[in-house]
């Protein structure tokens, strides 16, 4: 067969793997971001829930401010009992202390509700921080795995590039130039096989003529519709004797 024909079947070969993986080095990023997500989902739930801790310890600090002042009044309205002359005053002051105990009672109940809100939030940011580190591990693990499969695929890239070259270096020029022009007009696929009479890279089928002549291998014939180089699974049986 012709063996310019052969070249172009081989040079398809390492060209479509090359396409691959640049293929797969476009998507690194994605597949990185991908993996850190969870992650990242678990310390931004995080810094919500600690930002939710500390507005609640505030609070909790001035409702403890609160008491004590509610606490010092009590103290003080109470304390005034020995200066009261009438029952009439002294019945005001009763409900005075009972006016000044009750918003000390709901303020302590408050003090106690929040203390109770900082303890559960405090419980959840622990087991959310638990989550993390565990997510971190599942995240450096894939990282790691990640990268020393981009780091293959990088050698192999340059491994095919090489030998993509030396078989590219056989081809005569407008040939390869034809080769090229169609490799990017018909996304890496420039050679078809023929198969029942028809290109496998347009389906259409093709004039008994055109078959038969590249059956012989010759010459080198494309397809009439898409143009591509056409060859027959005979040819590459011939490679593997060789
Ligand atoms: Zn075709």
Request: include cysteine; charge should be negative; proline fraction near 2%.
């Given at each position: 067969m012709n063996?310019?024909l052969?070249?172009?079947?081989?040079?398809?070969?390492?060209?479509?793997?090359?396409?691959?993986?640049?293929?797969?080095?476009?998507?690194?990023?994605?597949?990185?971001?991908?993996?850190?997500?969870?992650?990242?989902?678990?310390?931004?739930?995080?810094?919500?829930?600690?930002?939710?801790?500390?507005?609640?310890?505030?609070?909790?600090?001035?409702?403890?401010?609160?008491?004590?002042?509610?606490?010092?009044?009590?103290?003080?309205?109470?304390?005034?009992?020995?200066?009261?002359?009438?029952?009439?005053?002294?019945?005001?002051?009763?409900?005075?202390?009972?006016?000044?105990?009750?918003?000390?009672?709901?303020?302590?109940?408050?003090?106690?509700?929040?203390?109770?809100?900082?303890?559960?939030?405090?419980?959840?940011?622990?087991?959310?921080?638990?989550?993390?580190?565990?997510?971190?591990?599942?995240?450096?693990?894939?990282?790691?795995?990640?990268?020393?499969?981009?780091?293959?695929?990088?050698?192999?890239?340059?491994?095919?590039?090489?030998?993509?070259?030396?078989?590219?270096?056989?081809?005569?020029?407008?040939?390869?130039?034809?080769?090229?022009?169609?490799?990017?007009?018909?996304?890496?696929?420039?050679?078809?096989?023929v198969?029942?009479?028809?290109?496998?890279?347009?389906?259409?089928?093709l004039?008994p003529q055109l078959v038969a002549e590249v059956r012989r291998g010759d010459d080198l014939m494309?397809?009439?519709?898409?143009?591509?180089?056409l060859f027959m699974a005979h040819h590459?049986?011939v490679?593997?004797?060789?």
């Open positions: 063996s310019q052969q070249f172009l079947i081989e040079l398809q070969k390492f060209d479509l793997r090359i396409f691959q993986i640049q293929d797969s080095q476009r998507k690194a990023p994605d597949l990185l971001k991908a993996a850190e997500n969870p992650l990242k989902d678990i310390l931004s739930r995080l810094q919500i829930l600690k930002n939710t801790g500390e507005t609640l310890v505030t609070q909790q600090r001035s409702a403890e401010r609160e008491l004590a002042t509610q606490e010092d009044l009590l103290h003080k309205v109470r304390s005034r009992l020995s200066e009261l002359k009438t029952n009439k005053e002294y019945q005001a002051h009763l409900f005075e202390i009972e006016q000044a105990r009750k918003k000390k009672d709901s303020i302590e109940e408050n003090v106690l509700e929040t203390m109770e809100r900082v303890e559960e939030n405090k419980k959840t940011v622990q087991e959310l921080e638990t989550e993390a580190q565990e997510a971190q591990k599942v995240f450096d693990a894939e990282k790691g795995r990640l990268e020393s499969q981009f780091a293959e695929m990088a050698n192999e890239l340059a491994d095919l590039n090489q030998q993509q070259q030396k078989v590219a270096d056989s081809v005569e020029k407008p040939l390869l130039a034809r080769y090229n022009r169609l490799k990017t007009m018909r996304k890496g696929y420039a050679v078809a096989e198969k029942d009479g028809s290109c496998g890279g347009c389906r259409l089928q004039p494309d397809c009439s519709y898409c143009h591509r180089l590459l049986e490679e593997t004797l060789d």
